[in-house]
């Protein structure tokens, strides 16, 4: 893991490289503390920030290949590295390090760009191709690490978070209305846009060239689904749950390769458990793990990790947060997803990671990515049920369903029938909405725009964030499974969205951290795609198949209990004692009629609401949230762009 940056002049040469590439890797060292690098040509620039984790002595960035036409800015992990060694050297190739670095280097050269398709990994790099005066940018399939670029007075300018590339003279930070939106309806922008106005992201499974004066940007890799209910249906049970679990145990087994020590997070839930019980038999020595308590009981799971630390006998480190300890540090938390958020959960996220790093760990293991692609959330079984209901209209019965569905949520155990039905949405008339199972979460989200400002509604002009996603899936979607549509929602927008964006990375990297994710090896990805949806989700039973799977390497408790997603406590963090001075001033009346995005009045009623302890559940908590951040997002990136361009004066 590290931090890359550059920049590619199609047209002429660029002048005071380094004087650009020194501030953009800076504004990123957080990513790299251990080493950095620049190399400068006639038209094209990368620089580096590095964490050194595989090939330390000898894995420096930006690289050159041996013939000196290819020069590499590389962040992140190839974890199929060695067997890819392998091949190339027994196809000719020489090798001066023993990084994966010079892997791709090696793999370029025999393949061209073409090359990512046999990277098993999460990574995002630039490759300089001298000769043929292209730049080459490439994201991994699953969108695990970031990479935005700009064009500037026809520069491409590329790096690993946005802040980098506000360092350069004349790219400023104006929030872009329509991502907003779309922030405040999808929980995320959808890529390639970003809360950045003309900053893109490279999206997930991309490629970008620029050469001849021309940009092509086209996908390398696609999540795909089968029609109907799964390619798998004629195996047995067993024989899918072998396949499942021998596949997890080499994502996790490829990804401990490491010349450091890799450590493992864990929750209490399945998903971390699997993956640590698996990690706990590969290791040398003692698993490492580290989880968070919490002091509100309703997001605590303190219970269940100390099973798993039991069950496994890992040397075990966890820290408690408190509603104070998330206030605390939220600006900082704000300032490293670098856009506004509609949650306090990255915040422990955080404190967890410093907590990692400041125990010796660069590289941690966690279970992101297995609610996606098996079906645990929530929301799957939501929707089927809102689809059985839908069947019978006028029944008092089938929506009592619903509060099974969230035991956590004690305001909706008091609902009446008619209410619950109302609000889930159950109308025979729309299942054949494409967006139908998450209608429900995005008309609750988009409540909170109930506080935008008269102005920024006439900078939208009616604009529809869902009409934007809608037009923009694949063209076999209609022909899924309706289960695997809701798994595509979630997998291609709010996993490397949110999930990945603002909870894994960022939160990892602000400290130095790695994360790594074995459920989102592209293998096990496919594979589950072609699981039955009957074995991913049996009846309302989440990750049946993965339950089955894992079942002898996790204690009965763990593997039986439902699931809880993980959430931290959200506008309550913010009163538990005074107010922040820094929550009063970003969201006093001065300064949201100064950012303009949102109506001072209603701002000012919803903190007063929220200071006297009673916010109207989701709606005025994501609100909350969501203003919050957007205005400190203001301060932060708006003072960065004045005083830079105050500098270049």
């Not at 020595?285 to 799971?301: G, K, M, P, Q, V």
Request: proline letters at 5%.
């Amino acid at each position: 893991m590290c931090g890359i940056a550059g920049y590619f002049a199609s047209e002429g040469a660029f002048q005071d490289g380094h004087s650009v590439l020194g501030p953009m890797i800076g504004a990123i060292a957080h990513r790299g503390p251990d080493e950095n690098g620049i190399y400068v040509d006639r038209n094209a620039g990368l620089g580096h920030m590095r964490l050194s984790i595989v090939g330390l002595g000898d894995g420096q960035q930006p690289m050159t290949s041996a013939s000196g036409d290819l020069v590499i800015s590389y962040n992140g992990e190839v974890f199929n590295y060695i067997e890819l060694r392998d091949d190339l050297i027994a196809q000719g190739h020489h090798f001066r390090t023993s990084s994966d670095t010079e892997v791709i280097l090696h793999l370029y050269e025999e393949m061209g760009p073409d090359c990512v398709t046999k990277l098993n990994g999460d990574f995002a790099f630039a490759i300089w191709d001298k000769k043929r005066r292209r730049m080459m940018l490439a994201r991994d399939r699953m969108g695990v690490r970031p990479l935005f670029y700009t064009w500037q007075n026809g520069v491409l300018f590329f790096a690993s978070e946005a802040k980098s590339l506000l360092t350069v003279p004349g790219i400023e930070a104006e929030v872009d209305v329509y991502a907003l939106d779309q922030l405040f309806t999808l929980w995320a922008p959808i890529s390639p846009r970003t809360i950045f106005k003309n900053i893109l992201e490279l999206q997930p499974a991309h490629l970008m060239l620029v050469e001849d004066q021309r940009s092509r940007t086209s996908p390398y890799w696609q999540l795909q689904y089968p029609q109907g209910q799964g390619t798998t249906q004629n195996r047995s049970e067993n024989e899918v749950e072998e396949e499942l679990l021998h596949l997890l145990t080499d994502a996790t087994r490829i990804r401990l390769r490491a010349d450091v020590p890799v450590g493992s997070y864990l929750s209490g839930g399945l998903d971390s458990s699997a993956v640590s019980a698996i990690a706990a038999k590969i290791v040398p020595n003692r698993l490492r793990t580290f989880s968070i308590r919490f002091e509100s009981a309703e997001h605590d799971e303190t219970a269940f990790q100390m099973q798993m630390v039991e069950a496994l006998g890992t040397n075990h480190s966890a820290l408690t947060c408190s509603g104070s300890d998330i206030s605390n540090i939220f600006p900082a938390v704000v300032a490293h997803t670098e856009r506004p958020i509609l949650r306090t959960a990255p915040a422990p996220l955080y404190l967890l990671s410093r907590l990692a790093k400041s125990e010796g760990y660069k590289v941690v293991l966690t279970g992101e990515g297995a609610d996606e692609i098996f079906a645990g959330y929530d929301i799957f079984r939501e929707a089927k049920v809102r689809r059985f209901c839908a069947t019978r209209p006028n029944s008092r019965i089938r929506p009592h369903l619903f509060r099974r569905l969230y035991p956590y949520l004690t305001g909706l155990q008091q609902q009446s029938p008619e209410y619950l039905a109302a609000f889930f949405g159950t109308d025979v008339d729309k299942l054949g909405d494409p967006l139908h199972s998450h209608r429900p979460r995005f008309r609750g989200t988009a409540a909170a725009k109930m506080f935008f400002s008269s102005e920024l509604r006439a900078a939208l002009k009616g604009y529809d964030a869902t009409d934007d996603l809608a037009s923009g899936l694949p063209k076999d979607y209609g022909r899924w499974h309706p289960l695997h549509q809701a798994q595509y929602l979630e997998t291609s927008l709010l996993l490397p969205g949110y999930i990945l964006n603002c909870q894994s990375d960022r939160m990892a990297m602000a400290h130095g951290l790695e994360g790594r994710f074995p459920f989102l090896d592209h293998r096990l990805v496919e594979f589950a795609s072609r699981i039955p949806t009957g074995m991913k989700l049996k009846g309302l039973a989440e990750k049946h198949i993965l339950k089955r799977a894992v079942r002898d390497l996790v204690p009965e408790t763990i593997a039986a209990r439902p699931k809880q997603p993980y959430r931290a406590p959200d506008s309550r963090s913010f009163m538990a004692g005074a107010i922040p001075d820094y929550v009063q001033e970003s969201m006093s009346a001065s300064a949201v009629s100064d950012t303009g995005l949102f109506n001072p009045v209603a701002v000012e009623k919803l903190l007063a609401k929220c200071a006297r302890g009673n916010p109207a559940g989701y709606r005025d908590d994501s609100a909350f949230v969501g203003i919050l951040s957007t205005q400190l997002w203001h301060q932060m990136f708006n003072r960065q762009s004045q005083q830079h361009a105050v500098a270049a004066e």
